[in-house]
């Protein structure tokens, strides 16, 4: 989900496009925008049980996660959320492959509030979308409003491992992305999540198990990969984003950026 601020004025740009959709799902696999596909949703949602729910995915992106969800979990709906038009379109392509589509929604929001009444969902689910969103504050207290009493926040996001201004190489990085950024702290994760009212707050670091998956990505990028991404991309795209994956290894060995997961339930 593309916004720097719940409460900004919507936009019209597209930052993920065809390319960068191409190599990112060469690399993540269908319907992933971001490390560890299937499995990795499954870490997030540990022990929680989803049958009979119903489910916001907060940023859907390309729908791999929201698809998972709604075959995996039984719940009684899934649904999707992003604020790019072609984001969306995919997403319903993907569920009507995967034939999901009796119990997935997608729909495309202007930047804001969430469109759903108070305390009308069972669980906001997000997969490192809530990067762009720079208001974390924000964020949380819409999605305590949004649950149910006794409804779940569980998501995994990007995290910065500084609380003051990132080191040179982080703030490259940040550059070679190019893409919208909202970076936050565990600690301003945490305090907004107990500032809007969230109990049972848990955070679980996952830099360690990236510095490695990373390293295995790049492989395959200059390897396995790079062939069929060079004929759909072109070269100087691809250079480009081995080129982020780079950089993005020297952030993580930094510790400036952290995969982590949270969560936390709304008292019921």
Not at 17 to 32: K, M
Not at 91 to 106: D, V
Not at 178 to 191: H, I, P
Request: proline content about 4%; glycine content about 10%; aromatic content about 8%.
């Amino acid at each position: 989900m593309t916004s720097e601020d719940l409460g900004q004025p919507a936009q019209d740009h597209q930052e993920y496009d065809d390319d960068l959709i191409a190599v990112l799902e060469s690399v993540w696999g269908e319907g992933f925008m971001s490390p560890g596909g299937t499995k990795e949703v499954d870490r997030v949602l540990d022990g929680l049980a989803l049958s009979g729910l119903t489910i916001l995915d907060l940023g859907c992106g390309l729908g791999g996660a929201t698809v998972h969800i709604a075959q995996a979990y039984d719940p009684i709906k899934v649904i999707g959320m992003d604020i790019e038009d072609n984001l969306i379109d995919l997403c319903q392509q993907l569920a009507a492959k995967a034939g999901a589509g009796a119990n997935t929604e997608f729909v495309k929001v202007e930047p804001g509030p969430l469109p759903v009444d108070n305390d009308s969902l069972d669980m906001v689910f997000s997969k490192d979308s809530i990067i762009h969103i720079a208001d974390k504050d924000a964020l949380a207290s819409d999605i305590f409003r949004a649950l149910k009493p006794g409804g779940w926040f569980a998501a995994s996001d990007w995290l910065a491992g500084y609380t003051d201004q990132p080191s040179p190489e982080m703030q490259a990085y940040v550059e070679a992305e190019g893409l919208d950024f909202g970076l936050a702290s565990a600690a301003t994760y945490e305090q907004a999540m107990k500032t809007a009212g969230f109990e049972d707050i848990t955070l679980l670091d996952r830099n360690e198990w990236y510095r490695q998956e990373a390293r295995a990505e790049r492989v395959n990028l200059k390897g396995s990969l790079y062939d069929g991404l060079q004929s759909t991309v072109g070269t100087t795209f691809l250079t480009r984003q081995i080129d982020v994956w780079d950089k993005m290894i020297v952030a993580l060995d930094q510790g400036q950026l952290r995969p982590t997961h949270m969560r936390a339930r709304k008292p019921g």
